[in-house]
């Protein structure tokens, strides 16, 4: 069964720093999605950056870029120029079709913002 | 992107009375949609998913009768807490993929049920 991992329960980042969020996953698969979703303390789920594995170009979406490391089954989010709304629970999502469309999720990652 | 709403936010019921929570694809159709339970500071963990014209699929587990999802249109999921305890306090949320077989979902605001 697929597995995703989010090593880090919380992280702190100062208001204008870089930040980087570790998620690594298991999967025997070669096609897949991987997610980054944000969870904000109103809880509204929101889609932060996707990821296609038969891409090699890592995505990027205006200050969030991730670094995936297809190999290594890591997906990691890095967050620049981090703003006090940024702050947030981070879960990171694998995704294949087959497996009945299910997100598999990680345990998440608390990010705090320090002005 | 897509967008998907719930009803209601908020539900406060007694002990043994039954609740019932929506969710709808305001801007798309969804034969698929998900509903899952989530505790403070915790991860999201799948109950079921809904299917258009068919029984949903439960996830191991969870309470078939106990969770009662209808999926009543392309457009409308509902989730219903049968004989509510406060063991099933929790925030509930749904999610639904733009297009049949697309893999990026869209989730509801969530709804917290508070059973008293």
């Known amino acids: 069964a697929q597995t995703v991992t989010q090593s880090q329960p919380e992280m702190s980042v100062q208001e204008a720093e870089t930040v980087t969020l570790s998620c690594t996953y298991d999967?025997?698969?070669?096609?897949?999605?991987l997610f980054w979703y944000k969870q904000p303390p109103s809880r509204q789920m929101i889609l932060v950056i996707r990821?296609?594995?038969?891409?090699?170009q890592n995505a990027t979406e205006n200050r969030f870029s991730v670094n995936f490391q297809k190999a290594a089954k890591s997906f990691s989010l890095k967050i620049s120029d981090s703003q006090l709304g940024d702050a947030a629970m981070y879960f990171c999502?694998?995704?294949?079709?087959?497996?009945?469309?299910?997100?598999?999720f990680g345990a998440g990652t608390i990010l705090r913002v320090k002005s | 992107g897509a967008v998907v709403s719930q009803h209601p936010s908020w539900v406060i019921c007694k002990s043994g009375t039954s609740v019932k929570i929506e969710c709808r694809s305001l801007?798309?159709?969804?034969?698929?949609m998900f509903w899952y339970r989530q505790f403070p500071k915790q991860s999201l963990m799948l109950m079921a998913t809904?299917?258009?014209?068919?029984?949903?699929?439960?996830e191991q587990g969870v309470e078939k009768d106990k969770f009662l999802i209808n999926h009543a249109s392309l457009t409308l999921s509902t989730l219903t807490v049968t004989s509510a305890h406060p063991e099933d306090s929790s925030f509930y949320i749904c999610s639904a993929p733009e297009g049949a077989g697309t893999e990026t979902q869209y989730f509801g605001p969530g709804t917290r049920l508070l059973v008293l």
């Open positions: 990821q296609e594995a038969y891409k090699q």
């Open positions: 801007d798309f159709q969804a034969t698929t």
């Open positions: 999502a694998y995704f294949k079709m087959e497996y009945g469309n299910k997100l598999v």
């Open positions: 809904s299917n258009e014209g068919s029984k949903a699929t439960y």
């Open positions: 999967t025997s698969e070669s096609d897949y999605y």
